[in-house]
Nanobody, 125 residues
Framework: QVQLVESGGGSVEAGGSLRLSCIATGKISSINYMAWYRQAPGKQRELVARITNDGSTNYADSVKGRFTISRDNAKNIVYLQMNSAKPEDKAVYYC???????????????????WGQGTQVTVSS
């Protein structure tokens, strides 16, 4: 019913920039928040940044001042602008969203958390 698809991952040199995008598609009624998580090899998945539908944001301490999350509510897209990249930013980045879906055909609605498939970010020193 709902899909999150990330794009924009790749390789960047330390100090460089990269922008990730994630679009939510499907039977979406509204989106409460959208977020980016990351998971490095051998580590737990961690929250990078989150943005609510009113534009409030919060960031992991490790990316404050370097990463910026933004959102296009009309297009259901969330972005993560990564500046001053560091080797420790290397990870698989996942899009996450809290979505209220509405299916007119079956007359049902619900609220679920969704994840994208992940996009690899590599930072070379």
């Amino acid at each position: 019913q709902v899909q999150l698809v990330e794009s924009g991952g790749g390789s960047v040199e330390a100090g460089g920039s990269l922008r990730l995008s994630c679009i939510a598609t499907g039977k979406i009624s509204s989106i409460n928040y959208m977020a980016w998580y990351r998971q490095a090899p051998g580590k737990q998945r961690e929250l990078v940044a989150r943005i609510t539908n009113d534009g409030s944001t919060n960031y992991a301490d490790s990316v404050k001042g370097r990463f910026t999350i933004s959102r296009d509510n009309a297009k259901n897209i969330v972005y993560l602008q990564m500046n001053s990249a560091k080797p420790e930013d290397k990870a698989v980045y996942y899009c996450n969203a809290d979505i209220i879906w509405l299916d007119f055909k079956i007359h049902e609605t619900g609220r679920d958390e969704y994840w994208g498939q992940g996009t690899q970010v590599t930072v070379s020193s």
